[in-house]
């Protein structure tokens, strides 16, 4: 089995997975992300726009709202239950301009130029070829169109996400080769690099702290086990897990203040122009 085929396996087996519970209210960076990326690229109505990697299609509804009834947004993702989500929520909202698609993001079945936008939040990091997924999303992009993608800083979920993975091996999990997926996007200068390696132009990049506060650990503990942290916290053998949870959450616990447990969201931004 090749390294892409692996990837693709286990991140759609995640995402199956943290379906039910992935939109909660600890985890509710993920619309306000949403909110400011359609903000940010602007789509003017009755354009087309791509959302990659939709999820439940957080960036897809309030893309709907912006591109109006004469616009179409098309929102692809591996996970059927994710997509299944996705619908839901879009019928929800009473929307009836958004097609979605399971697809995957590493090869776009649209053609050349078909899309005036094309926008993916906290996606391109799972993708084993970042660079080679950009390609073909810059590929269905017209000229004069923007692309955009968020991904987390650094220091988004610290302290806790370092221990959470510190305390892996103690309970027999061996973490996997190279770093944790949303670290692989390193820096803002990787954001513009792999832009303008994609043959953007007017590339911007700007830092955007989206935290607020939790209630306590068991918020937290949410947070772990809705988003792709789930994936190593299930390698924890069965009868380990309640103390690997014990061990974990009193480290967080010590990380309260009077306002409760700050949830740092740090989120970088990045676009760029597809040159005439
Ligand atoms: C962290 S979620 C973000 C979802 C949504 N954009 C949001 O902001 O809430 C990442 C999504 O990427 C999708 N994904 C990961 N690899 C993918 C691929 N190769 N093709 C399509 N979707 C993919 C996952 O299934 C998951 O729904």
């Known amino acids: 089995m090749t390294t892409v085929e692996e990837n693709r396996r ?5 995402f199956e997975q943290v379906a039910a519970d992935y939109d909660n209210p600890s985890t509710r960076f993920f619309p306000f992300c949403a909110d400011l990326l359609v903000n940010h690229v602007k ?9 990659v990697a939709t999820g439940t299609g957080a960036v897809a509804v309030p893309l709907a709202q912006a591109v109006g009834p004469t616009g179409r947004v098309h929102a692809i993702d591996l996970s059927e239950r994710m997509l299944d989500r996705a619908e839901a929520n879009i019928r929800k909202m009473a929307l009836d301009n958004v097609d979605l698609h399971q697809m995957d993001a590493q090869c776009l079945d649209f053609r050349a130029g078909y899309f005036h936008t094309v926008v993916c939040s906290y996606g391109l990091f799972f ?29 988004a979920f610290q302290p806790m996400l370092d221990n959470f993975i510190e305390c892996l091996p103690e309970f027999g999990v061996s973490l996997p080769e190279g770093t944790f997926s949303s670290h692989r996007i390193a820096s803002s200068g990787h954001c513009r690099e792999l832009l303008e390696e994609a043959g953007l132009v007017e590339v911007q990049v700007e830092n955007v702290q989206l935290g607020y506060h939790l209630r306590d650990e068991n918020d937290w503990w949410e947070v772990v086990t809705s988003t792709a942290m789930r994936a190593l916290l299930d390698q924890v053998p069965a009868d380990r897990l309640d103390a690997f949870r014990a061990q974990h959450l009193a480290f967080v616990a010590e990380q309260k203040s009077a306002d409760g447990l700050w949830l740092d969201v740090q989120t970088r931004f990045a676009s760029g122009v597809k040159p005439a």
Do not use: K
């Open 127 to 155: 993708l084993p070829d970042m660079q080679a997924a950009l390609r073909d999303w810059v590929r269905v992009l017209q000229a004069g169109g923007r692309l955009a993608f968020t991904s987390f800083e650094t220091t």
């Open 43 to 51: 789509p003017r109505p009755g354009t087309r726009v791509l959302d």
């Open 10 to 14: 286990q991140v759609h087996r995640i």
